[in-house]
């Protein structure tokens, strides 16, 4: 994820569809895409950030992990409290900031398309 922030990045969807169905399929995720933070809930959010405050001591679970942890915070220059703090800033995030990122940066008008195949 590092340099995400600073430089456009890429987004696959594969799928198999009958040359008659192309326009129809396209049509679909599209939509998917355009009203996809509309579909994301409280909910959501809460198993997203549990996921991610319950990954956080995998960072110790090996002593090869806590090398590369440290390691982490020595290359994006984190403080030595990146870790302690982390659990506390995720919880934090509010749905609608989360919504509004989203929105901001993924979006049909913003994507290429690319197809691949007999059209």
């Known amino acids: ?19 008659e ?5 396209e049509q679909l995720i599209e939509q998917e895409i355009d009203s996809a933070t509309d579909n994301f809930t409280e ?6 950030k549990n996921a991610l405050i319950n990954g956080l001591v995998n960072n110790a679970a090996s002593n ?10 020595r290359r994006y220059k984190l403080g030595d409290d990146y870790f302690d703090t982390r659990a506390d800033f ?17 979006s049909t008008d913003k994507l290429i398309k690319i197809r691949i195949g007999r059209l």
């Open 1 to 19: 994820m590092y340099g995400s922030d600073e430089q456009p990045g890429m987004i696959f969807i594969t799928t198999i569809v009958s040359p």
């Open 43 to 48: 909910s959501d959010l809460t198993l997203a």
């Open 90 to 106: 995720l919880s934090s995030i509010s749905i609608e900031q989360v919504k509004k990122t989203v929105r901001s940066l993924f």
């Open 64 to 73: 090869q992990d806590v090398a590369l942890s440290f390691l982490f915070l």
């Open 21 to 25: 169905s192309l326009a129809q399929a």
